[in-house]
């Protein structure tokens, strides 16, 4: 795999901190890692969108939705678990710890979740600020100048 170096990049850019470190995250990210848990990524609508995340055989408290530093954190822990009477003959039904990680575009935010059916649905809408979205400017025929009378000249005879 190739590995690319940005540092060159910051020492000539200021403010880009939070893109520069997207961009170092997803290119050393592991691509086995993120396959569990598998999940969805809806768009409702134009400003709405859903995340489906399974997580079969954990409870609601054993889960957590959080946001931090622009990024939808979801994880999951069992509890200490209690010695099990059973015996498995075969074990698919995973319940391993996780961490899964979506970076929020900006003005994206989660308004609600819920557990249904073995999945995490997760809810988001995009609030984009007045002053940030696009306005229409009017557009104006041409100007005519309109000429002001002028004073006649008096000139006197003399």
Excluded: C, W
């Excluded at 993120?34 to 409870?59: D, H, M, T």
């Excluded at 999945?119 to 609030?127: A, K, S, T, W």
Aim: glycine share 6%; charged share 30%.
């Amino acid at each position: 795999m190739r590995t690319y170096d940005f540092a060159p990049l910051y020492r000539s850019t200021v403010g880009f901190d939070r893109l520069a470190n997207m961009l170092d995250r997803a290119l050393t990210a592991d691509v086995g890692t993120n396959s569990y848990p598998p999940y969805n990524i809806e768009k409702s609508s134009e400003n709405e969108y859903r995340i489906s995340v399974a997580v079969a055989g954990f409870s609601e408290e054993e889960l957590s939705v959080e946001m931090r530093d622009g990024q939808l954190v979801v994880s999951a822990k069992k509890a200490e678990e209690e010695k099990d009477p059973n015996t498995y003959l075969h074990r698919g039904i995973a319940s391993r710890a996780f961490e899964k990680r979506f970076q929020m575009a900006d003005h994206v935010r989660p308004v609600g979740a819920e557990t249904k059916d073995g999945l995490l649905h997760i809810d988001l809408v995009r609030e984009v600020p007045e002053a940030l979205k696009p306005r229409k400017i009017e557009i104006a025929g041409p100007k005519t100048i309109e000429a002001k009378p002028q004073a006649k000249k008096v000139t006197k005879k003399v």
